[in-house]
């Protein structure tokens, strides 16, 4: 949109200064008719950019969407308390397995990251729409060389580990169920699930979960007659009979999905619900049999019909054990969703439970309203989880926490995001990076 001024005097002077992004034009004027001069003051069209269309001065396309492959690599690095520094390099994919009109856009994304805590994380996440949307596949696969602190089982407040039995603790090296005991482990994850479509927007279906954790090495234990220090990790595994050196969770899960959001990357309306029941079996290799029970929530709610990015967006999810026994680290934990972003604020796993539940608000808005390139979110978000071993129930202790961000959009066709956000919960915050919302 433009418009056009004209001007007496230091009037256009005090116009230009408080209209931002305005560019000057004179059109000459002819000393011959005395014609007098003209200022047009053009306001930029405020067309939505990416970073690309700015650094090459392109002009966007508003009918430019994804037919068949977009795909963007990004090296990064972040700060967190349970990694270090991070460096990565992490690629986003966006496709359409059929006709735009027809079929919903896909997203996958791939990353690989270095830590200065010497561990190494390989990972692969996809959500995918295919056949005009009669299938919707979830993957996700990972590979960790990881080592991170790790903490008693609730939110609860700080209370000595519970009790081995067989096992006195040393009462000057007596150990506390709030402090944090690094772990050193390999873990490998595939979890695929495919669902078919029942009516428009929602999904049933079957999944296949397994994960493995091997070479497990409690660095702050210690085991002799005479000094003895205990872990929460060590204590946990022992009591509920695991072996704390490895153990594995394999079996299927029945799903219902509803998802009317308009992009997987970066929605701005639309709903998405998720059920999942879980269970695990003895004859496909899980260590002991267990069930879980997962239901997730998501909305965004608009603010600004002109600019859709301009919102409210609500996250909020719930995992309870069923049945049986299912090991430390498969416990549901802040930080371990599929994109890693839930619990910003707290060291990666810091919140896990026998039964957990998560919230989230994140306001989201443009910075550079015109082209829309710069964006900021703030975020709050609560946690609480329970603890059968120390008495804890869920809803009995809530942790908050809080940031905010910046968004950078680099992809205007899968409107795919760089967030960095700066996060702080109590006695805990990091700086965090990703290329696609935290939800």
Request: glycine letters at 10%; aromatic letters at 16%; hydrophobic letters at 35%.
């Amino acid at each position: 949109m433009r418009y056009l001024f004209k001007h007496a005097g230091a009037c256009s002077v005090l116009v230009f200064l408080f209209t931002a992004g305005i560019v000057r034009a004179q059109i000459p004027h002819s000393e011959k008719d005395g014609t007098e001069t003209v200022s047009i003051l053009k306001i930029p069209d405020c067309t939505p950019k990416d970073l690309l269309d700015v650094i090459f001065k392109r002009k966007p396309d508003l009918q430019d969407t994804i037919e068949r492959l977009t795909t963007l690599f990004v090296p990064y690095m972040a700060y967190s308390p349970s990694t270090g520094f991070l460096f990565g390099l992490g690629g986003n994919f966006s496709f359409r397995l059929g006709k735009r009109d027809y079929t919903n856009l896909s997203a996958a994304n791939a990353s690989i990251e270095l830590t200065t805590e010497k561990q190494v994380i390989l990972q692969m996440k996809s959500n995918i729409f295919a056949g005009h949307n009669q299938w919707f596949l979830q993957g996700d696969w990972r590979y960790y060389l990881f080592n991170i602190p790790t903490f008693g089982v609730g939110t609860g407040n700080s209370s000595p580990l519970p009790k081995v039995p067989g096992i006195e603790t040393d009462p000057d090296e007596e150990s506390s169920w709030d402090d944090a005991y690094r772990v050193k482990f390999h873990w490998f994850r595939f979890h695929e699930v495919l669902s078919r479509q029942i009516i428009p927007n929602l999904y049933a279906g079957i999944g296949f979960h397994l994960d493995h954790h091997f070479d497990i090495q409690d660095n702050n234990l210690v085991i002799d007659s005479g000094k003895t220090k205990m872990t929460p990790h060590y204590a946990y595994s022992t009591l509920h009979g695991f072996n704390p050196k490895q153990y594995t969770v394999s079996g299927l899960s029945l799903n219902f999905v509803y998802d009317s959001r308009d992009n997987l990357i970066n929605p701005y309306h639309g709903i998405y619900f998720n059920v999942n029941y879980r269970d695990f079996f003895r004859w496909m290799g899980s260590d002991k049999e267990g069930s879980q029970f997962w239901a997730e929530f998501r909305t965004y709610l608009g603010l600004e019909k002109k600019i859709p990015r301009h919102l409210l967006a609500f996250w909020l999810y719930g995992s309870f054990q069923v049945s049986g026994q299912i090991p430390y680290f498969d416990l549901r934990a802040t930080g371990f969703d599929q994109m890693n972003s839930s619990g910003r604020g707290y060291i990666q796993g810091r919140w896990r439970g026998e039964q957990l539940v998560y919230g989230e608000v994140e306001y989201r808005f443009p910075i550079t309203r015109c082209s829309q390139v710069l964006g900021g979110a703030i975020f709050l978000n609560a946690t609480t989880a329970s603890s059968k071993d120390l008495g804890t129930p869920l809803f009995g202790y809530i942790r908050p926490a809080g940031g905010f961000g910046l968004r950078i959009m680099v992809s205007r066709k899968s409107r795919t995001n760089i967030l960095i956000d700066f996060a702080i919960g109590a006695l805990s915050r990091g700086i965090f990076a990703q290329a696609q919302e935290a939800f």
